[in-house]
């Protein structure tokens, strides 16, 4: 089996005035059944700095705009193995928060041609109602969905 491939990726929690994390729930090409609720985020490209790949992915995924200094400082960072469309990866993952204080709709126009039909919806929720989904990318989602909620409140 060969090598997974190294990738760098910044993700990013919005957190709105109710306390609750915007989500969206995926998946992989290679397993459509199984759906699962994970994070705004990927791949950081050339020239870009963690917190430029963050707000990128946040409006290509949702449509949503910020600029990268309304970003929290970093909170959270995980190294994971996933495969994704039948590719191996080492994922090198930092995450943000940020704190949204409108209700702009969200919308899948700007999302990567890969991504077009695997992003299924996206959706606000507490830490609480996450912990009761069934499909989490990792299981200790609701965790980290608590400390992007301290990491903004931190900034007030």
């Given at each position: 089996?060969?090598?997974?491939?190294?990738?760098?990726?910044?993700?990013?929690?919005?957190?709105?005035r109710?306390?609750?994390?915007?989500?969206?729930?995926?998946?992989?090409?290679?397993?459509?059944a199984?759906?699962?609720?994970?994070?705004?985020?990927?791949?950081?490209d050339?020239?870009?700095?963690?917190?430029?790949?963050?707000?990128?992915?946040?409006?290509?995924?949702?449509?949503?705009?910020?600029?990268?200094?309304?970003?929290?400082?970093?909170?959270?960072?995980?190294?994971?193995?996933?495969?994704?469309?039948?590719?191996?990866?080492l994922?090198?993952?930092?995450?943000?928060?940020?704190?949204?204080?409108?209700?702009?709709?969200?919308?899948?126009?700007?999302?990567a041609?890969?991504?077009?039909?695997?992003?299924?919806?996206?959706?606000?929720?507490?830490?609480?109602?996450?912990?009761?989904?069934?499909?989490?990318?990792?299981?200790?989602?609701?965790?980290?969905?608590?400390?992007?909620?301290?990491?903004?409140?931190?900034?007030?």
């Open positions: 089996m060969s090598e997974p491939i190294r990738r760098t990726t910044a993700r990013v929690l919005p957190v709105n109710d306390g609750e994390v915007l989500l969206l729930l995926e998946r992989d090409p290679t397993r459509p199984q759906p699962y609720w994970g994070t705004i985020g990927g791949a950081v050339a020239g870009e700095s963690l917190a430029e790949a963050a707000v990128r992915e946040l409006w290509e995924e949702t449509g949503l705009v910020a600029d990268p200094a309304d970003l929290t400082e970093p909170f959270h960072r995980r190294r994971t193995e996933f495969s994704w469309n039948g590719v191996a990866y994922g090198d993952n930092t995450v943000f928060a940020l704190r949204l204080l409108t209700d702009a709709p969200v919308t899948f126009e700007h999302l041609e890969e991504e077009i039909g695997n992003v299924l919806d996206a959706r606000w929720l507490t830490p609480r109602q996450a912990a009761e989904e069934t499909w989490l990318v990792w299981p200790d989602l609701p965790d980290l969905m608590s400390d992007a909620i301290a990491a903004v409140e931190a900034l007030s």
